[in-house]
Each structure stands twice: as structure tokens, then as C-alpha cells.
């Protein structure tokens, strides 16, 4: 397969960073053999280019996640955290997680039906959790290398940017902790 034909598989920071390293192993750029975009992902991640928000928005999954897929070193995994600041990492470091409380039963099913849409086009899959009727937990981890990836990255961020109706207390109680923080 050509190269110019890996640009619907892989994402351009993927492709820009295998240009990179082929070109400092001394092969030409038109040798550059396509790679799964699990491979891409790794080399991606380890060389640290996907660090901010707007990087981790334009990522494309791929359904890259399975057994081969690396996990995120702690060190690297929380250097990029801070692109993500609704979510936490669980106290055993295998897994992210959101919670919020939409403005009603409806809110929180749309919230449901759109992170259905973007894990499906991603082929990855979070743990999705209602409670009380409005109250929303999130919880993704790659459960194929029982931690966490750089897919599960990208798809918070991907979730984090769907449109969701808070509850009013919840938003409220929210941003007046945010700006207390600093």
C-alpha cells in the first residue's frame, strides 16, 4: 500500500512522526511501509506529541484497542491529564472517570445516546452508569491490556466535547469550586 493511502487510517501528527522517524533511520519517505494504526498510536504516544486537548480531539481511534495496544506509563498518563480536567484516574491507576448530574432524565439519556454514536464510530467503548435517575459516571479503561491507553484519551476528550444540559445546582456548585481552585 502506498503511503499517501495510510492518510485515511492514521491521523497527520501519526504520520508526521513516522516521517520523522524513518527519515532519521536513513530510509526514503516513499519506503515508509503503512503500520496499524495501533502501532501508529504507540509511537505516537511515546514520542509525546498528543499532549493538549485539541491534539487528543483530532486523534482517530480507529478501534485500535486491543491486546497489542500499550498502556500509558503513570509518568506519561498523568503529564496528560491536565488536557482532560473533568476526569480522574482510579486509585489503582487502570482506569479515567467522569461524573456529572444532567437537568433531567432526558438530558442524561441524550448525553447516553450521543456517547453511544462517538464510541461506535470509534470502536472503543466506555462504561457507561445512570443513577438516580440524572446522575452520570463515566468510566474508560482498555479492558483488552487491563489499563489504560491512549484510546481512552482520546475518547474522554471526544466526550467532553458533546453538548450536555447540567443540572443548574450541579453547574452551579461546579464552577464555584473551579474558581476557588484557581
Same mark, same amino acid.
Given at each position: 500500500?502506498?503511503?499517501?493511502?495510510?492518510?485515511?487510517?492514521?491521523?497527520?501528527?501519526?504520520?508526521?512522526?513516522?516521517?520523522?522517524?524513518?527519515?532519521?533511520? /536513513?530510509?526514503?519517505? *516513499?519506503?515508509?511501509?503503512?503500520?496499524?494504526?495501533?502501532?501508529?498510536?504507540?509511537?505516537?504516544?511515546?514520542? /509525546?506529541?498528543?499532549?493538549?486537548?485539541?491534539?487528543?480531539?483530532?486523534?482517530?481511534?480507529?478501534?485500535?484497542?486491543?491486546?497489542?495496544?500499550?498502556?500509558?506509563?503513570?509518568?506519561?498518563?498523568?503529564? $496528560?491529564?491536565?488536557?482532560?480536567?473533568?476526569?480522574?484516574?482510579?486509585?489503582?491507576?487502570?482506569?479515567? *472517570?467522569?461524573?456529572?448530574?444532567?437537568?433531567?432524565? /432526558?438530558?442524561?439519556?441524550?448525553?447516553?445516546?450521543?456517547? *453511544?454514536?462517538?464510541?461506535?464510530?470509534?470502536?472503543?467503548?466506555?462504561?457507561?452508569?445512570?443513577?438516580?435517575?440524572?446522575?452520570? $459516571?463515566?468510566?474508560?479503561?482498555?479492558?483488552?491490556?487491563?489499563?489504560?491507553?491512549?484510546?481512552?484519551?482520546?475518547?474522554?476528550?471526544?466526550?467532553?466535547?458533546?453538548?450536555?444540559?447540567?443540572?443548574?445546582?450541579?453547574?452551579?456548585?461546579?464552577?464555584?469550586?473551579?474558581?476557588?481552585? /484557581?
Amino acid at each position: 500500500e502506498e503511503f499517501g493511502a495510510a492518510t485515511t487510517r492514521t491521523r497527520a501528527p501519526t504520520l508526521l512522526l513516522v516521517a520523522r522517524l524513518a527519515v532519521g533511520q /536513513g530510509r526514503p519517505m *516513499s519506503g515508509i511501509p503503512t503500520m496499524p494504526p495501533a502501532a501508529a498510536a504507540q509511537m505516537a504516544y511515546s514520542a /509525546g506529541d498528543v499532549t493538549t486537548r485539541d491534539e487528543l480531539l483530532a486523534c482517530k481511534i480507529g478501534g485500535c484497542c486491543g491486546k497489542d495496544t500499550p498502556l500509558l506509563p503513570m509518568d506519561v498518563l498523568t503529564a $496528560r491529564m491536565p488536557a482532560l480536567p473533568q476526569w480522574s484516574i482510579s486509585a489503582d491507576g487502570k482506569a479515567i *472517570s467522569k461524573e456529572f448530574v444532567a437537568k433531567n432524565w /432526558g438530558a442524561a439519556l441524550s448525553f447516553f445516546n450521543l456517547a *453511544s454514536e462517538i464510541a461506535e464510530a470509534e470502536g472503543h467503548h466506555p462504561d457507561l452508569h445512570l443513577t438516580n435517575y440524572r446522575e452520570v $459516571r463515566v468510566v474508560l479503561s482498555t479492558h483488552a491490556v487491563g489499563g489504560l491507553t491512549l484510546p481512552d484519551l482520546v475518547l474522554a476528550a471526544k466526550l467532553d466535547a458533546l453538548p450536555v444540559e447540567y443540572s443548574p445546582k450541579w453547574l452551579r456548585e461546579h464552577e464555584a469550586a473551579a474558581s476557588a481552585a /484557581g
